[in-house]
């Protein structure tokens, strides 16, 4: 008999919004509206920071980039979110670090520690700053994973093929559907992934990005749109990284070498 027969699958659908700014209010007000959860990953060691430079390289200058400061995250800001680790300082780890072992345990580790006590929740996962495939090294994924409490990581490199509604090969290397810059195919992927049949396997579909990105594009509009047509499927199930996690890791590993 196959495996899988006579199992019932599931739809479900995640996001998460990198660097802790202040666009995340707006975020999640979108998110209570429709009860869907987010997850917000952040940076502990930056409270504060004004990324000017952020718009200048996107040809968008006067965007704003600020984080929150630790007061207004102390006062509950993410209360009723996902508060997950990007590491105290942004630095690429793959590069920035290299192979220096304390400074991948102390930009992960303490990151994941303060959140929890300015939140008290402990994460279990976190973004990759930069998120490239050097950030993913065999060295970067076994430090962590050793000397923290990280147990998922997401890139910010899409799927090759968002369309199959994968789910991750291991949970440290999480390659997630697409960004939301890429608003129209977003929301053509979200119609799809609404009408689809999980026959065979469960079907994950998992938007990535910046507050920033939404005052960028003017994406604001879409992006409600956007989470009120996966709120409104039934045949959905919205979830945080933490709660996806959780739900598949005794299936999904968190590495796979």
Not at 105 to 131: C, F, H, R, S
């Amino acid at each position: 008999m196959p495996e899988n027969k006579g199992k019932n699958f599931g739809k479900y659908f995640t996001m998460s919004f990198d660097d802790g700014i202040t666009q995340d209010a707006r975020i999640m007000d979108i998110c209570r509206k429709y009860n869907v959860p987010c997850t917000f990953n952040l940076n502990t060691g930056l409270f504060g920071a004004s990324w000017t430079w952020v718009g200048e390289v996107l040809g968008k200058l006067g965007l704003s980039h600020q984080r929150f400061t630790k007061e207004e995250i102390l006062s509950g800001i993410y209360k009723g979110f996902d508060a997950e680790v990007h590491t105290l300082c942004h630095p690429s780890l793959g590069c920035d670090c290299g192979t220096d072992k304390e400074r991948v345990i102390a930009e992960v580790g303490q990151d994941a520690k303060n959140i929890e006590d300015l939140t008290g929740v402990a994460p279990v996962g976190m973004a990759y700053p930069g998120g490239r495939e050097v950030d993913t090294s065999p060295f970067v994924i076994r430090t962590i994973v050793e000397n923290t409490p990280v147990r998922f990581a997401r890139l910010a490199v899409s799927q090759e093929k968002p369309e199959e509604f994968a789910l991750p090969d291991c949970f440290m290397k999480w390659y997630p559907s697409l960004a939301v810059v890429e608003m129209a195919r977003c929301k053509d992927l979200a119609r799809r992934f609404i009408d689809a049949v999980p026959a065979d396997r469960d079907l994950l579909f998992y938007v990535w990005g910046h507050g920033y990105d939404l005052d960028s594009e003017n994406l604001w509009y879409d992006f409600e749109d956007l989470v009120r047509m996966l709120a409104e499927a039934e045949s959905v199930r919205c979830v945080s990284n933490a709660e996806f996690y959780n739900l598949f890791k005794d299936r999904i590993p968190s590495v796979n070498f």
